[in-house]
């Protein structure tokens, strides 16, 4: 996300080569005809500068005498940039300005003595102006360009200009644009100091910007831009503080119809999805929602700030949907970034990380709706976010290769596909590799490590049981979780390390029969189950998961003790209703069938109560048929077994109504006894509209309801 504050202009900077030869008969005959009018309007012939013809000669001479490398004789640039001086000073208009300043700058850059003072001073400028100017187009070109070579030439232009020492507002622009040039130059290649040196940049730019400038708003979020891409990289709230600040006051600088005032909006939403990932503020997400949203609407197609604020508003659609279970909010934040990825040219920057938006947001709505579609798109999305980056781009390529990871290993362990799995294994390790101890976000990466090891360990095991390799693998797991968990202050998703480390150590007593392993399997699920907060979407997992530990205690030891720790461990994942509802079914059914294998039948009967109660949920008609059928296949025994722990209690009347409502799910997805909504949506569309209105109120209502439901 960038705020330009540069000037624009119709040419490119040219590469020059300063060896004064034009080539060939055909570049000489050309450049002695521009020369012509050039000489013709300096005495007076306007027309011989102003005829269309002269900018015909001037792009045909471009053409012919540019090498194979796209550089081109400076004395051909010389000579154009006379003639659009002339051109300029004969009455073209200001568009002429900006191209003649750029182009005279280049040959002044190549041979100071082509170009005196007085031919800048007759376009009203000097020749730090035209570095300003020129190193603003660079930078333009470097945003929408693969090419490291621009941003470099960008960031020496714009050190020139300022070394100039402007005064005021003008010194200002010069130091954010320089700014903003460091922080790209350090994401996209993790450079040196970049970043410390946009940071000194963009705090300089803010405190030489006098108050209410044009400028200011670009200075102060460009300053915040640099400010949050640090807390990307490191992990420390203090500068997500500070970029929450900049952006404020820049939201203010950019008020009554400002250029930026849109942008700037939308990157303050952007800050406050941050701190709401770090914090859980509900607030916070439902702000920088607000915000994005907004800024989104203030936008058209075509608006050079367009694909931004969608991929903006998709993001933080799809944290706000996966935290609180919204369906209406995941549906629009698919849109949204599908909506930014239309917008963007290809080889621009930017597409590799909207890819990776658009990746991210149906991983989310798989993990809510479980559709399949989603899953196999989402894989394609990463895929092509990894293809679009730059092999010199070691920090994006890193945080690539894990989302890759993780979408590779749902896929393969939804398939039990081994090629999936291990391209999940082989990703994981290489964002690892690619972020070396100290990193911010190696734990993160080693976390997705020891996942991806155990899922390819369960496959072997499945396919191979009894393998020595199958346990090299669960070791490899439990070192990457052990030092994930032990870097804690930069560990993003402490519980999901905690819980993924226990069930590691689980799989491996379960292998190997250690008892230490079971010991610390339960101590890190236990740790992980401690340190979630109580709404957050992974407590139902990590749950089932603490669950599944003690119930391998208890049939080792046979203790009440540990039988009911299993239970509660179940039961509190059976109502964190935030969480998919998958999981929360897996709960409610291990609950119950632990209960009832103790002939605990009232226990159990209330487990599989719950179970048959989420039923419709996880088969709901959103759904693909076929991801429908899937679903209610994998519970196919959960209304009769709960017939049968009701009756052990002599409820048969009860007994009776799980039946029938089981029985209701099995045969309304059977005979499809009700339409679908694309059918509604077809044959009468406002009732469609209608009725998506009133299911994203009801999932507003359930987000609101949720908190208290759990306390019951």
């Given at each position: 996300?960038?705020?330009?504050?540069?000037?624009?202009?119709?040419?490119?900077?040219?590469?020059?080569?300063?060896?004064?030869?034009?080539?060939?008969?055909?570049?000489?005959?050309?450049?002695?005809?521009?020369?012509?009018?050039?000489?013709?309007?300096?005495?007076?012939?306007?027309?011989?500068?102003?005829?269309?013809?002269?900018?015909?000669?001037?792009?045909?001479?471009?053409?012919?005498?540019?090498?194979?490398?796209?550089?081109?004789?400076?004395?051909?640039?010389?000579?154009?940039?006379?003639?659009?001086?002339?051109?300029?000073?004969?009455?073209?208009?200001?568009?002429?300005?900006?191209?003649?300043?750029?182009?005279?700058?280049?040959?002044?850059?190549?041979?100071?003595?082509?170009?005196?003072?007085?031919?800048?001073?007759?376009?009203?400028?000097?020749?730090?102006?035209?570095?300003?100017?020129?190193?603003?187009?660079?930078?333009?070109?470097?945003?929408?360009?693969?090419?490291?070579?621009?941003?470099?030439?960008?960031?020496?232009?714009?050190?020139?200009?300022?070394?100039?020492e402007?005064?005021?507002?003008?010194?200002?622009?010069?130091?954010?644009?320089?700014?903003?040039?460091?922080r790209?130059?350090?994401?996209?290649?993790?450079?040196?100091d970049?970043?410390?040196?946009?940071?000194?940049?963009?705090?300089?730019?803010?405190?030489?910007?006098?108050?209410?400038?044009?400028?200011?708003?670009?200075?102060?979020?460009?300053?915040?831009?640099?400010?949050?891409?640090?807390?990307?990289?490191?992990?420390?709230?203090?500068?997500?503080?500070?970029?929450?600040?900049?952006?404020?006051?820049?939201?203010?600088?950019?008020?009554?119809?400002?250029?930026?005032?849109?942008?700037?909006?939308?990157?303050?939403?952007?800050?406050?999805?941050?701190?709401?990932?770090?914090?859980?503020?509900?607030?916070?997400?439902?702000?920088?929602?607000?915000?994005?949203?907004?800024?989104?609407?203030?936008?058209?197609?075509?608006?050079?700030?367009?694909?931004?604020?969608?991929?903006?508003?998709?993001?933080?659609l799809?944290?706000?949907?996966?935290?609180?279970?919204?369906?209406?909010?995941?549906?629009?934040?698919?849109?949204?970034?599908?909506?930014?990825?239309?917008?963007?040219?290809?080889?621009?920057?930017?597409?590799?990380?909207?890819?990776?938006?658009?990746?991210?947001a149906?991983?989310?709505?798989?993990?809510?709706?479980?559709?399949?579609?989603?899953?196999?798109?989402?894989?394609?999305?990463?895929?092509?976010?990894?293809?679009?980056?730059?092999?010199?781009?070691?920090?994006h390529?890193?945080?690539?290769?894990?989302?890759?990871?993780?979408?590779?290993?749902?896929?393969?362990?939804?398939?039990?596909?081994?090629?999936?799995?291990?391209?999940?294994?082989?990703?994981?390790?290489?964002?690892?590799k690619?972020?070396?101890?100290?990193?911010?976000?190696?734990?993160?990466?080693?976390n997705?490590?020891?996942?991806?090891?155990?899922?390819?360990?369960?496959?072997?095991?499945?396919?191979?049981?009894?393998?020595?390799?199958?346990?090299?693998?669960?070791?490899?797991?439990?070192?990457?979780?052990?030092?994930?968990?032990?870097?804690?202050?930069?560990?993003?998703?402490?519980?999901?390390?905690?819980?993924?480390?226990?069930?590691?150590?689980?799989?491996?007593?379960?292998?190997?029969?250690?008892?230490?392993?079971?010991?610390?399997?339960?101590?890190?699920?236990?740790?992980?189950?401690?340190?979630?907060?109580?709404?957050?979407?992974?407590?139902?997992?990590?749950?089932?998961?603490?669950?599944s530990?003690?119930?391998?205690?208890?049939?080792h030891?046979?203790?009440?003790?540990?039988?009911?720790?299993?239970?509660?461990?179940?039961q509190?994942?059976?109502?964190?209703?935030?969480?998919?509802?998958?999981?929360?079914?897996?709960c409610?059914?291990?609950?119950?069938?632990?209960?009832?294998?103790?002939?605990?039948?009232?226990?159990?009967?209330?487990?599989?109560?719950?179970?048959?109660?989420?039923?419709?949920?996880?088969?709901?008609?959103?759904?693909?048929?076929?991801?429908?059928?899937?679903?209610?296949?994998?519970?196919?025994?959960?209304?009769r077994?709960?017939?049968?722990?009701?009756?052990?209690?002599?409820?048969?009347?009860?007994?009776?109504?799980?039946?029938?409502?089981g029985?209701?799910?099995?045969?309304?997805?059977?005979?499809?006894?009700?339409?679908?909504?694309?059918?509604?949506?077809?044959?009468?569309?406002e009732?469609?509209?209608?009725?998506?209105?009133?299911?994203?109120a009801?999932?507003?209502?359930?987000?609101?309801?949720?908190?208290?439901?759990?306390?019951h």
């Amino acid at each position: 996300m960038v705020c330009e504050m540069a000037m624009s202009g119709e040419s490119e900077p040219e590469r020059l080569v300063t060896a004064p030869d034009a080539g060939s008969d055909e570049a000489g005959e050309l450049l002695g005809e521009l020369w012509h009018r050039i000489e013709a309007g300096s005495g007076g012939d306007a027309g011989a500068v102003l005829d269309e013809t002269a900018l015909r000669i001037a792009d045909r001479l471009l053409r012919v005498t540019a090498t194979s490398s796209g550089e081109t004789p400076v004395e051909v640039v010389h000579a154009i940039a006379i003639m659009r001086v002339i051109r300029f000073l004969s009455g073209a208009g200001d568009d002429e300005r900006s191209p003649a300043l750029s182009l005279l700058t280049e040959v002044w850059r190549a041979v100071p003595e082509l170009v005196s003072d007085d031919v800048f001073a007759a376009l009203g400028a000097r020749a730090d102006d035209g570095l300003a100017l020129l190193g603003s187009e660079l930078l333009q070109r470097a945003q929408l360009s693969a090419d490291r070579s621009l941003l470099d030439q960008a960031v020496d232009v714009l050190e020139e200009a300022v070394r100039a020492e402007p005064a005021g507002d003008e010194l200002a622009g010069r130091l954010s644009n320089l700014g903003l040039a460091y922080r790209l130059r350090a994401e996209r290649y993790g450079v040196g100091d970049d970043l410390r040196s946009a940071l000194a940049a963009g705090e300089r730019s803010v405190s030489v910007c006098p108050e209410g400038a044009f400028e200011q708003a670009g200075c102060l979020a460009n300053l915040a831009d640099s400010f949050l891409a640090r807390f990307e990289r490191d992990s420390d709230p203090r500068d997500l503080r500070q970029a929450l600040a900049a952006y404020r006051a820049a939201v203010v600088a950019a008020r009554d119809g400002h250029p930026l005032e849109v942008v700037v909006a939308g990157k303050l939403g952007i800050a406050l999805k941050e701190r709401f990932v770090m914090s859980g503020h509900q607030e916070d997400i439902d702000s920088a929602v607000d915000l994005c949203a907004r800024a989104a609407a203030s936008v058209a197609p075509g608006d050079v700030f367009y694909a931004q604020c969608q991929t903006n508003l998709g993001s933080a659609l799809a944290v706000r949907a996966t935290w609180n279970n919204l369906r209406g909010d995941i549906e629009a934040a698919v849109t949204a970034c599908r909506n930014a990825l239309d917008a963007t040219a290809p080889g621009e920057p930017a597409a590799s990380v909207r890819w990776s938006n658009l990746s991210a947001a149906l991983h989310d709505r798989y993990e809510l709706l479980r559709a399949r579609d989603d899953l196999d798109d989402a894989v394609a999305a990463a895929q092509s976010a990894l293809a679009g980056a730059g092999p010199h781009t070691p920090e994006h390529r890193a945080l690539l290769f894990a989302n890759v990871s993780n979408i590779l290993r749902i896929r393969g362990d939804l398939d039990d596909d081994r090629a999936d799995l291990e391209g999940a294994v082989d990703s994981a390790r290489s964002a690892v590799k690619l972020s070396p101890t100290g990193h911010a976000e190696r734990a993160n990466r080693l976390n997705n490590l020891g996942t991806a090891l155990l899922s390819r360990f369960e496959a072997e095991q499945r396919q191979n049981p009894g393998t020595g390799a199958a346990v090299d693998l669960l070791t490899e797991g439990i070192a990457a979780l052990t030092e994930a968990t032990r870097d804690d202050a930069r560990n993003s998703n402490l519980v999901g390390s905690l819980s993924t480390l226990g069930l590691l150590l689980l799989k491996r007593f379960q292998h190997a029969g250690a008892a230490d392993d079971l010991t610390a399997a339960i101590e890190a699920s236990s740790a992980a189950v401690a340190a979630c907060p109580a709404e957050h979407p992974l407590l139902a997992g990590i749950a089932l998961n603490l669950g599944s530990a003690w119930r391998e205690a208890f049939e080792h030891r046979g203790t009440d003790a540990e039988r009911a720790a299993a239970i509660r461990s179940w039961q509190s994942g059976t109502v964190a209703a935030t969480s998919p509802s998958v999981f929360r079914l897996a709960c409610a059914r291990q609950w119950a069938e632990l209960a009832a294998e103790q002939r605990l039948w009232h226990l159990a009967a209330e487990g599989y109560g719950h179970a048959v109660a989420l039923l419709p949920v996880v088969s709901w008609r959103g759904l693909r048929r076929l991801d429908q059928e899937n679903e209610l296949m994998r519970q196919a025994t959960v209304s009769r077994d709960a017939a049968a722990a009701l009756l052990a209690t002599a409820d048969p009347a009860t007994a009776l109504a799980h039946l029938e409502q089981g029985r209701a799910v099995l045969w309304t997805q059977r005979l499809d006894l009700r339409s679908g909504p694309a059918a509604l949506h077809h044959t009468a569309p406002e009732l469609a509209e209608g009725l998506d209105r009133v299911r994203a109120a009801l999932d507003g209502v359930n987000a609101v309801v949720t908190p208290s439901l759990r306390q019951h």
